[in-house]
């Protein structure tokens, strides 16, 4: 019960912290909007920092919630009987065990709170589209501040969800690599392996070079990820943006020609179904590939890189975007004055644009997109695990399948490096 309660706990502080770093009236937002006054070069500076800033606070807190199932289920906690019921256990062995099991609780605790969360997430885009509904049909200047002030706590609300999203990934991530070293151990156990050399026993040591190998590639992998990410958004934007230039050549905006709405769209799913493919591979096999070649132990290193390093970079991609979004949504709600240079058309307002354009890859696709891919990765070498302890050399068979998945890999990112046609 502790434990879910810590894990509610934990679901409100990153509300907090994410508020704090994303909001129109926090520090960090306001501090954006005053770097505006130096162009779109400080504008980005300023972001970076608070998004970077951001990532620090919610990986202490996540820290935090993490230690306190280590307190609650190693003080005062007694494992007499359970060592008694089993001789071959140890105090340690027994402790580990609940501690990834309040972990595990933490995370159900984080779940209580999904109905709260689903409302704050949909309130964003039900904000954001009523904010573009008003602004084409040309509402007047009351309501068009009303309906931006809702997309700027509908940016909070997305923000704070996504940062939620991200915490209980990494929660989840490390209930699986609990998984992922008990399944090993109990598959030692039925191969006979001593109980020294089991990874119950010795544990991910950092020492052996396999396992740092290991942990160097696993923190490379989001950052890999979240590139093909953002590649894809990119190669999208530039054929949409084709295609809107034409329109406008062929007088769209006089009215000579109706809009094509068809094309802009097609183009926009066509890319989203196209890129999927690549960033599904990237998630599947790099684990495999790390298994077969560098044994069980340096997939446990190469899981513990990925949660470090994905967390990090969700949590900045995420923040960041949100914070350049909300002081966007500052400035224009300034009054125009083009010689204090505030409001709409001011060249701080340019600054903000560029902002927010940036940030808009980061906060909707890539930050998102890190967490079910820690997910993915951490269950994907779950499965594998008890197949990869049964190989005890690299034999041809293992040879092969390893050139094949390297080559549906590479594929994977030569394909989404092509050229675009027509952009």
């Known amino acids: ?160 969800t996504k940062g939620v999203a991200i915490g209980s990934a990494v929660i989840a991530a490390v209930s699986l690599f609990g998984s992922f070293i008990t399944d090993v151990t109990l598959t030692q156990v039925a191969l006979k392996v001593p109980l020294a050399e089991q990874l119950i026993t010795t544990g991910i040591r950092v020492s052996v070079p396999q396992v740092f190998i290991g942990m160097l590639l696993g923190g490379a992998l989001p950052w890999m990820f979240s590139s093909l990410a953002i590649n894809a958004v990119n190669r999208a934007a530039r054929l949409i943006v084709t295609e809107v230039r034409r329109q406008f050549k062929a007088g769209v905006l006089e009215g000579k020609i109706p809009p094509d709405y068809k094309q802009a769209v097609a183009i926009s799913t066509n890319a989203a179904q196209n890129e999927l493919i690549s960033l599904a591979l990237l998630g599947v096999i790099p684990p495999i590939l790390v298994g077969l070649f560098l044994k069980v132990e340096a997939l446990g290193g190469f899981l513990a890189g990925i949660i470090v390093s994905g967390q990090l970079l969700a949590v900045f991609m995420s923040n960041a975007g949100g914070a350049w979004d909300n002081a966007k949504k500052v400035v224009e709600d300034e009054p125009r004055d083009k010689e204090k240079n505030t409001g709409k058309n001011s060249e701080r307002h340019k600054a903000a644009v560029v902002g927010d354009t940036v940030g808009d890859p980061l906060k909707d696709t890539a930050g998102p997109a890190l967490n079910p891919m820690i997910k993915v990765v951490n269950l994907v070498s779950v499965i594998i695990a008890p197949i990869i302890v049964t190989f005890k050399t690299v034999d041809l068979p293992i040879i092969i399948t390893g050139v094949i998945l390297l080559a549906a890999l590479t594929w994977a990112v030569m394909n989404s490096k092509r050229e675009v046609q027509g952009a």
Do not use: C
């Open 1 to 160: 019960v502790l434990a879910v309660a810590i894990g509610v706990l934990l679901a409100i502080l990153i509300d907090r912290v994410t508020e704090f770093f994303t909001g129109t009236h926090g520090a960090p937002v306001k501090d954006i909007v005053h770097s505006m006054n130096g162009g779109p070069a400080t504008t980005i500076l300023s972001g970076l920092v608070q998004g970077y800033e951001s990532a620090v606070w919610s990986v202490i807190v996540i820290a935090a919630t993490i230690f306190s199932s280590i307190i609650i289920f190693t003080v005062g906690f007694d494992v007499s009987a359970i060592l008694k019921a089993n001789p071959g256990a140890t105090v340690e062995g027994v402790q580990t065990a609940f501690i990834l099991y309040g972990v595990a609780m933490t995370g159900i605790g984080m779940l209580t709170l999904t109905g709260n969360n689903v409302a704050m997430d949909s309130f964003g885009p039900i904000s954001d589209n009523a904010n573009g509904i008003g602004e084409m049909s040309g509402l007047d200047d009351k309501a068009r501040k009303i309906m931006s002030q809702l997309d700027a706590v509908g940016n909070t609300t997305k923000a704070i």
